[in-house]
Every structure is written in structure tokens, then in C-alpha cells.
């Protein structure tokens, strides 16, 4: 068992905040151990609940297009969120439980070391941003460039421009790693 599956175990098992009690499954992530880009988002919601997979449900189907307009491979990257249970209602999760779950995500970060995280929505934009440094004008979390995005649940409402915008931000994300095995 590696590093990532030793960590997936433990997640499985946690309880240290409220949203563990009314959990099927905690959602952990999925993807690569090695990936070089990482999508982090806010929370698992009913469908990613009950499968114990992250982005499975309809925002999940909206991101699996928007990988493939922006040419990158959902099984190549990891996905994870802030908070690794679903909160009552797919209410947006709360200061304290933040707090309980970013010490996985910073250990998802530092065991898969990737070249690029793109935070998807505000709640995801706001918790990796305590993570980041600013060099040079961009946000960075060790060696990784963060890049911020909608939600893809934004879409679901209607939003046009979020998606398209969501589209761009993985594109450049992708092409941010291109550019780095050329230098």
C-alpha cells in the first residue's frame, strides 16, 4: 500500500467533525499518485457521497467535458475536495470543518507533488489560497501554479460564462505544464 492509499484509509475513518455522522462514504479523491495537475473542490454532494467518488454526480459529467474541450484526460489528474464528507443539504461547508479536513489535502498535495492545482469554486478558492504563496504575481503552493475557476455546479445554474471560463482555466492549467517540460 502507498503513501496516497495509506492516507485514503485514514480519511475513510475520520471523525473529526460533525459532517462524519451523517456520511456514507468519505470522499478521499481519485486519480494518479504522480498526476501533474490537481482539481480541488469544495465538497462531495449526494452522488459523490454515496459512491465515494469525487465528482461523479451532474457537476462531475460538466467537468469530464470541460477536461475533454481542454484537452486533458480525466484519469491523468487527481481530484479531490476541501472537505472529504458531504455537508447536510450540499450546504456549503463551514469554517471548523475546513480546518478538520485541509491537513489531508495538504498531505494529498505534498505526497503527489503536482505541477499544477486548479481550484474549482469559491469555497476551494478561498481554502487553498491560506496554502498559497504569491511569486511573481501568481499564487503558488510549493512548486505547483494554482489557477482559480468556477464551480462546475456554476454551470448548472445556467452560467454560460463560468463554463467557458472553466474551460480556459483547465487549458491554461495544461498548457502551464507544457511549458515547463520545455523549458
Do not use: W
Amino acid at each position: 500500500m502507498n503513501e496516497l492509499d495509506e492516507l485514503a484509509e485514514e480519511i475513510k475513518v475520520c471523525t473529526k467533525c460533525r459532517l462524519a455522522k451523517g456520511r456514507i462514504n468519505a470522499v478521499h479523491g481519485e486519480g494518479p499518485s504522480d498526476a501533474r495537475m490537481m482539481l480541488i473542490g469544495e465538497a462531495p454532494g449526494r452522488s459523490e457521497d454515496q459512491a465515494g467518488r469525487p465528482f461523479c454526480g451532474s457537476a462531475g459529467r460538466i467537468l469530464d467535458r470541460a477536461l475533454r474541450e481542454a484537452g486533458i484526460k480525466r484519469e491523468a489528474v487527481f481530484i479531490t475536495n476541501i472537505v472529504k464528507c458531504r455537508p447536510p443539504n450540499n450546504r456549503k461547508p463551514v469554517a471548523d470543518e475546513i480546518k478538520s479536513c485541509l491537513p489531508y489535502l495538504v498531505r494529498q498535495i505534498n505526497i503527489i507533488k503536482p505541477e499544477v492545482i486548479v481550484a474549482l469554486g469559491s469555497v476551494a478558492k478561498e481554502s487553498v489560497e491560506t496554502l498559497c504563496t504569491r511569486d511573481q504575481g501568481n499564487l503558488r503552493i510549493g512548486n505547483a501554479f494554482v489557477f482559480q475557476t468556477y464551480h462546475p455546479a456554476a454551470v448548472l445554474y445556467g452560467n454560460r460564462k463560468a463554463y467557458e471560463h472553466l474551460v480556459s482555466e483547465l487549458a491554461k492549467a495544461a498548457q502551464s505544464i507544457n511549458a515547463q517540460q520545455q523549458i
